[in-house]
Structures are given as C-alpha cells and as structure tokens.
C-alpha cells in the first residue's frame, strides 16, 4: 500500500546569523513556523533493493543527491531493512524558495517510510538522520513555532502562535543558501555578528512575554489578538539577516516585501535565504486582497495560514 504524506513548509520569522563556525556552518538563532501549505509525498515498498525518486519538476533532482534520497538510505541502514523504495514527489513549494520544500519532503520520506515498512524509528534515530542530512530537517519533526540554535538543527518547541493569515509571495528567482552564507561572510564577520546574534534571544523573549502572555491575557484595547502580537513583533524588531545580503543582490524583492507591506501586512519579511518573502496579517481580507494585487503585478501570491503543532499532526498523514 502506498504511504501518503502532506510536507509542509515553513517560514522564518527572525534570522540570525553568528560567526563561521569551525565545522564552516554558521551560528544562527531563528524562529521557525510550518505553514499550511504543502507538497505531497508518496512513498512505495517492495521487494528488491534500490531507491527510486519522480517528480515531475524538472528543477529537483532525482539521484542519491535529492534529501529524500539521502533520508531513505539513512532509515533503512538504521532499521537494518532491505526494500525497494519508491518516492513520488508532488511538487507545490517553490524550489530553493526559502520554504524548506527539500527539508520538509525528506521528513515526510522519514514518517512515510517507516509507516510503509511497519517499522518504527527510535526519536533519537529521528533526529539524528534529520540532522545529519540537513540543518532545516529537524524543525519538521516537531512542527509548530519551533526555535532553532546551532546550525538551526537544534530545535526547541515554543508555545504555538495562534493560527495566523499568511501570504506568501515566490518570485521567480532561486537563491542558493551556501552562496547566501558566503556573501555574507565577504560582507559581515567578526564581533558585529556575534554580538547581533546575541540580542535575538533578548527579542524573542521581549516579543513572546509581550502582549500573548500578558498577565490578563487580553490584548490592547480595540486591537484583536492577532494584530497585537504582530505589533509586538515589529517592536521587538525580529529580523532576517539574510534581507542584507539577498535583497542587494536582488533589488526586486525590497520592492516585493513592500508591496506586501503597502497591502496591510504587519510584518513581512524574506523567509531563509529566499527568494519567497512572506508577509503576515492581522485579517484574512487583507491578507487574500493584498495576494491578488501581488499576483496582478506579477509574482505569483496566495493566502495560506500558519500552522501550529496540533494540526500538523493532524493533517500530517490526510490525504
Ligand atoms: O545544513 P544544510 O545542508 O542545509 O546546509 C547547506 C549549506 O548551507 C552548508 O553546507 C553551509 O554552506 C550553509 N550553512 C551554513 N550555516 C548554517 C546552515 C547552512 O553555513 N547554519
């Protein structure tokens, strides 16, 4: 029986690059947030041996070279399994859109597989195979608002956000990560860095013990829940880092994070490395008008939510 599984993606709210590290990984403090939006995943079994990748998008790979294929070989070493692995890919996320699609799909590869071989893998095992393959993997084991250290694979879970309008805007422009990094290393090392990267906790903290967890619970007077912690958001001054260094290099996409503040948003901001640049609103309308006006101008736009923990798993395994 094939194993259906829906890969959501991501966005980024705050990024903050530290110092180079030794392992040549940057130091970076970020927040996570899965999205409802997602690709498909289907993964089949059989008797044999080898793996096999199809996606109908011509931009993603489909050799050992693809996250799902690197997971896959990982889960059946760890599980001392033999099979023939078949991964269909549905490709909705952008590629190299700064959504984690690629992450995401080799999670996804993880739960459908070990679902498909009726196996199951010990947590740890989770986490070290997502870690291993990549920095961006281990968020999507837990799903939700999620807080990233290290290299962005230590992930903590942090109390969801309330289900948020989102829309999210994905030029036609890939931008690749280690090339992000490197630019920014010709542009910024040294204390500035580290000491940037250290206020970011100091914002999420100032941001999160805000209006959310006021000792009422009951936001400002005339704004709903929403609006005011995105408010917060802006005053804590939660930034992408990579915004420095992508958006010279691509002029088009300041103008793409405007156009979104221009149409309501209370906060928009590049997700990752890009080029997708979110923008998060305090009411559906605006967030559905101000896609339609992206669209028009042409850089392709639309309204999601975000998507917290519960639901994650909830919607994880429907098809
Ligand atoms: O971990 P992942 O495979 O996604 O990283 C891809 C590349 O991005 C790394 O090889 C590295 O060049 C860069 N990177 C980094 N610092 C991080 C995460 C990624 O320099 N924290």
């Not at 890919?89 to 739960?111: E, F, W, Y």
């Not at 802006?234 to 300041?254: C, M, Q, T, W, Y």
């Not at 896609?291 to 098809?319: C, E, H, I, N």
Request: charge should be positive; hydrophobic fraction near 40%; include cysteine.
């Amino acid at each position: 029986m094939p194993v259906l599984v829906r890969s959501f993606a991501k966005i980024n709210i705050g990024l903050r690059i530290g110092p180079l590290r030794e392992d040549r990984f940057h130091e970076l403090h970020t927040i996570y947030q899965t999205l409802d939006f997602h690709d498909l995943i289907k993964v089949e079994t059989g008797q044999g041996i080898g793996i096999e990748i199809l996606c109908k998008n011509p931009q993603v790979p489909v050799d050992e070279s693809n996250t799902c294929w690197r997971v896959a070989e990982r889960v059946l070493r760890a599980l001392n399994a033999r099979a023939k692995v078949r991964i269909t890919i549905d490709k909705r996320l952008p590629v190299q859109g700064g959504l984690g699609g690629a992450s995401s799909n080799a999670v996804a590869t993880m739960m459908a597989l070990e679902k498909a071989l009726k196996r199951q893998l010990k947590a740890e095992d989770r986490l070290r195979i997502a870690a291993d393959v990549g920095s961006d993997l281990p968020l999507f084991l837990i799903g939700g608002t999620v807080l990233g250290l290290g290299r962005g694979e230590q992930v903590h879970a942090l109390e969801d956000l309330p289900p948020l309008d989102c829309v999210v805007a994905a030029p036609a422009i890939g931008v690749s990560t280690p090339q992000a990094f490197a630019e920014w290393d010709r542009k910024l090392t040294g204390p500035e860095a580290s000491d940037k990267i250290k206020t970011f906790s100091q914002s999420v903290y100032d941001w999160l013990s805000g209006s959310r967890f006021s000792p009422t619970g009951v936001p400002a007077k005339g704004r709903g829940q929403a609006e005011t912690l995105l408010l917060d958001l802006v005053r804590a001054g939660i930034a992408n880092d990579f915004e420095s260094v992508v958006f010279p290099k691509h002029p088009s996409l300041r103008e793409v994070k405007r156009v979104l503040e221009r149409s309501g948003a209370e906060y928009a901001s590049l997700s990752g490395s890009g080029s997708t640049i979110y923008g998060l609103f305090a009411k559906r309308s605006k967030a559905v008008a101000a896609a339609r006006v992206m669209s028009k101008s042409g850089v392709l736009a639309q309204a999601w939510k975000t998507l917290p923990r519960d639901q994650y798993w909830k919607k994880l395994f429907s098809s």
